[in-house]
């Protein structure tokens, strides 16, 4: 018996069909290539199906609307696209913090910023407040912080210049928030950890990963943390090297 695919939705039937035929038909409707739902079976009287070199199987076709729920292709893909526009609609409404705080709770990367561009950001700010303070004027507020999370130990030897300690940070958390937070450590682990942790706080975070000692490696200056000019930077074990001019504590 031959059939159409319009005479099978409008009335299951039973239909004998070669191999190579209930071949393409199963193909198809594993392919979704059919815009109805297909549920075969076998005929009862016979569970294998096969009759010399053909196979007997019931068919009832029963059509779906596009977007009907249990045909789950065409509804995934308006789904995924509605919820796309949604996403879409709502970072472009967000404030940078809110959103920062929804990509750090997914796991997103921290942006990292490597030695020059923040010895250009340091300097930049350093001109400015030193341009203001000569005129007389209101020192301009800086967008960025740089915070050392190390230990009290090792930043009693020295830190990079213009950056102020995690507790001094934490103290004032708040007077940061629309700031770019900038941590660094000795060698980056540690300040990892730290701009993952202010990401899921809802800051905005560029991980100086160098730390300090890709700071010296490019043997650009130290100061105490009262201010004053240092060539010492501890260094923790005598694991790390540091160029000649400093002086290894550890």
């Known amino acids: 018996m031959s059939l159409s695919m319009s005479q099978l ?22 392919s ?26 019931g068919l009832a076709l029963v059509s779906k609307p596009f977007l009907d729920p249990s045909n ?6 308006v789904m995924r696209a509605f919820l796309l526009l949604v996403f879409v609609m709502v970072a472009l409404s967000t404030p940078r913090s809110a959103f920062a705080q929804l990509g750090g709770l997914f796991g997103s990367s921290v942006e990292v910023i490597e030695t020059e561009a923040l010895q250009k950001q340091l300097a930049a700010r350093k001109r400015a407040e030193e341009f203001a303070k000569g005129k007389g004027l209101k020192v301009p507020e800086s967008d960025f912080v740089l915070v050392d999370v190390r230990s009290e130990k090792e930043i009693a030897v020295s830190i990079i210049p213009g950056a102020i300690t995690k507790a001094q940070f934490e103290k004032n958390l708040e007077d940061y928030r629309e700031k770019t937070v900038i941590p660094y450590c000795l060698v980056g682990g540690r300040s990892t950890a730290y701009a993952k942790k202010m990401v899921a706080k809802g800051f905005q975070v560029k991980n100086y990963k160098p730390s300090i000692l890709g700071w010296v490696k490019a043997k650009l200056p130290l100061q105490t943390i ?9 260094t923790a074990s005598d694991r790390y090297t540091v160029p000649d001019k400093y002086e290894r504590v550890y």
């Open 9 to 30: 939705v409008t009335s299951p039937q039973s239909v004998t069909l070669t191999d190579r035929n209930f071949e393409a038909l199963a193909w198809a409707i594993k």
């Open 32 to 57: 979704r290539q059919t815009s109805s739902s297909i549920r075969p079976w076998i005929s009862s009287r016979n569970p294998l199906g096969y009759h010399g070199e053909s196979r007997t199987c």
């Open 72 to 77: 789950p292709f065409p509804f995934l893909v």
């Open 226 to 234: 009262d201010g004053k000019a240092t060539n010492r930077v501890h």
